[in-house]
Structures are given as structure tokens and as C-alpha cells.
């Protein structure tokens, strides 16, 4: 793995290795040990994955690199490209770089000689996201094999769908997508089926927020969403008793999900979270153990890489 930027090029084989090494991190973070540095570049806003992959990169003992997007040089028009090359030169040995564009990163992984991690990129990729979910889902069966996972909400607009959806294929997983409609994207060719046959078929439903932010008109009226396409108590009875419930968040309660059911017994929100800290460890040395141990070597390997 040269960089990790999308669940598309994932094979099985790495996806397990990644849920046993996120195991394994939370029972013993000193598996990985260096003398590194990270730089969280977050270009869009963010609370869980901002805070998780901080959280990771402490309990692996790295130092961390501010970066606030509006008192840096963006604001006086310095590109991704020229910040990324920046902090490369000033020593960082990992980029975590969330972006709104969807390919940000095909400019930048030519040219970088260290590693990067999608944080998020557009609409396309989230894949520390579905790595963290399948870590969850993974505690939860033992296997993937044939589950029925439903990811319900506003698909079109969800990098979160789209990872997941490439992942859990090559997992073996069952994938249907659940939408409101003008909230498809046919483009995966995964099937359809409304909410209500998704609560009584599924044994993981994954929630997403409808994510206004995205949209190309500005308002979109949620006041019936939940009733017509979100997770009502009724619904929520109507699961298999060994049924759970995923979402990325952040939730808007009453929308896609009612208040209620976001900490109920079925829910795995609050878990996701917590395994995306081990996920991140993970994945973080994972990477750095196969780029080599320090930042001269880095730049050494990967300028013969180039040449
Ligand atoms: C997701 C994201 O940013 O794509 N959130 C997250 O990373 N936990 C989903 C979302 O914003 O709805």
C-alpha cells in the first residue's frame, strides 16, 4: 500500500489484515513504535475523524502538525498541492488529508514521497470510514459472508456509501442501497428496496445524514423524511432480533433517525467511534512499516522510486 486513498483498490486479503491489526493496537498501541510526524490536513469541517485519527496518532506515540485551514497560506490562494509539498519539506513523514474535491489526490500521490491517508475526499471516497465500520460489523458476525446490509439515506451525496459499498462487495457481503428519490446513484449497480423492506431483511442497516451541504439547490425539505424513508420506532421493531444499526455521523436526530433510536440497544454509533481510533493506528502503521522508518529513508526510497 503506497497510499491509502480508496476502498476500490482494496483487496480482502488487506482488509483483514487491517481489522487484526486494529485488534491488536487496542490491546497493545506499542506493537508500532517511531520517531514521526503527522500533519492533519483538514480542509473540510470535521469533529469524529479529525479527533480519531488525532487520538490515533498519540497512542502511537507521533508528534502532530497543526494545520487550521483559515489562518494558513489557502487563505491567501496557496494551493493543496504547494501546503502538501510544504509540509513535506518541513518534515512530516504521514499527510492525512480530508478534501472536498473527489480526486484531490491524484495530483499529489505522483509527486509526494510520503505517505498520505484520504480523510475524506468529495463525494467519492471515505475509506478509514468503512474500514472502521467493518471492523464493527466484523466484531458483531465473524464474517461477512452473505450478510444483508442495507446503507439507507442520500446516497448520491455519500462518500461513506460509496466506500462501503466497494468494501463490503469484497467482503462478500449483501448490498442494497434504501433512497428517497433524486437520493440514487445507479452508477454501482447495487439494488434498491424501500426502508420498510430493509428493517425486516437486513442484518446491519447503515444510516446516512441527508447531507444539505452537498446539494446543488439549497433547501430540501425534511419534515416528512423521517416518516417516508428514515428509522421510525415502528421500523425499528420490525428488525431481526440480531439486527444493527450503523451511522458514519454526524446524525441529524429525527431525520433520518428518530432521536430515540440513536443509543438504543441495536445501536453500534457510539462503537463505530471507539474502533475508529484502532482503525486509524492501524491503517497509520501499517503504512509506515511498509514505507520504512524514517523520514530521510522515506525521501531516499522513494526518490529512487521516481527515477
Ligand atoms: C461522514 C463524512 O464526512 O463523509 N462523516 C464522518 O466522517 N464521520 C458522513 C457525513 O458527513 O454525513
Redesign the pocket.
Known sequence: MRHFISTRELSAASIFNILNTAEEMRENPDLFSGNYFAANLFF?P?T??KMSFLMAEKKLGMEVLDFQMESSSMAKGESLYDTARTYEAIGADLLIVRHKHDRWFDELAQKLSVPMINA?SGKRD?PT?SMLDLLTIYQEFGSFNNLNIVIAGDIKH???ARSNAYALRTMGANVYFSAAPGFEDDSLGIPYMSIDEACEMCDVLML??V?HERHATTSHDTSSYLVNYGLTPEREQRMQDHAIILH???VNRGVEIDTGLVECERSRIFKQMENGVYTRMAIISILLNEWGFDHEHITEKCQTLKV
Do not use: D, I, W
Open positions: 473540510e470535521s469524529r475523524t475524506g471515505h470510514q455519500s462518500r461513506v446516512l445524514r447531507q458514519p455521523a454526524p
